[in-house]
T-cell receptor, first 112, second 115 residues
């Protein structure tokens, strides 16, 4: 059974600081996704990582994937309040048709 | 920007009643999905759908659930006899290409409350 674990589950940051969210998964997969969810809202796709060593950046967020370590990271640089949200990573089993296994999410709160 | 639309945004029903959740995927998308999120918990896959057939379903998607594309625009999720544990936010999603590293576009969700 594929398990996805995120840590931390809660993260309170000061504006301007850097931090990293970790996503570990239990079985081989080379497809990993990061989503953002604002309170009461839907899921917004942030990054799709499809190979070992993949790195993608958008603004203050950078995601990477190490398939050998079964680890993805979401790095936040110089956090701003607008980044406050819950961030989910998700992994799919090769050949699946949408069967994403989500982590529990990391609730990020960026304080002035 | 095109978006996935879901109606209603909130649905309250009595246990044992049937509910239909509606979704209008992005118009040129061919692959459709339903996920749910119980309050405070992680998002769970229910079913994927392509070419008028279920592509894949999870263990959650039992005989009480069904999906349909009744016309060229709508995609529905029916729960025949709702249970208390069906209370959740239900998200519809669509993608332009076959799942496999493709970005999914999610709707804003239907909050289902079963009393």
């Amino acid at each position: 059974e594929l398990k996805v674990e995120q840590n931390p589950l809660f993260l309170s940051m000061q504006e301007g600081k850097n931090y990293t969210i970790y996503c570990n998964y239990s079985t081989t997969s080379d497809r990993l996704y990061w989503y953002r969810q604002d309170p009461g809202k839907s899921l917004e796709s942030l990054f799709v990582l499809l190979s070992n060593g993949a790195v993608k950046q958008e603004g203050r967020l950078m995601a990477s994937l190490d398939t050998k370590a079964r680890l993805s990271t979401l790095h936040i640089t110089a956090a701003v309040h607008d980044l406050s949200a819950t961030y989910f990573c998700a992994v799919d089993m090769g050949g699946s048709q949408g069967n994403l296994i989500f982590g529990k999410g990391t609730k990020l709160s960026v304080k002035p | 920007e095109p978006e996935v639309t879901q109606t209603p945004s909130h649905q309250v029903t009595q246990m044992g009643q049937e509910v239909i959740l509606r979704c209008v995927p992005i118009s040129n998308h061919l692959y459709f999905y339903w996920y749910r999120q119980i309050l405070g918990q992680k998002v769970e896959f229910l079913v994927s759908f392509y070419n008028n057939e279920i592509s894949e379903k999870s263990e959650i998607f039992d005989d009480q659930f069904s999906v349909e594309r009744p016309d060229g625009s709508n995609f529905t999720l029916k729960i025949r006899s709702t249970k208390l544990e069906d209370s959740a936010m239900y998200f519809c999603a669509s993608s332009e290409a076959r799942f496999g590293g493709e970005k999914l576009f999610f709707g804003s969700g239907t909050q289902l409350s079963v009393l």
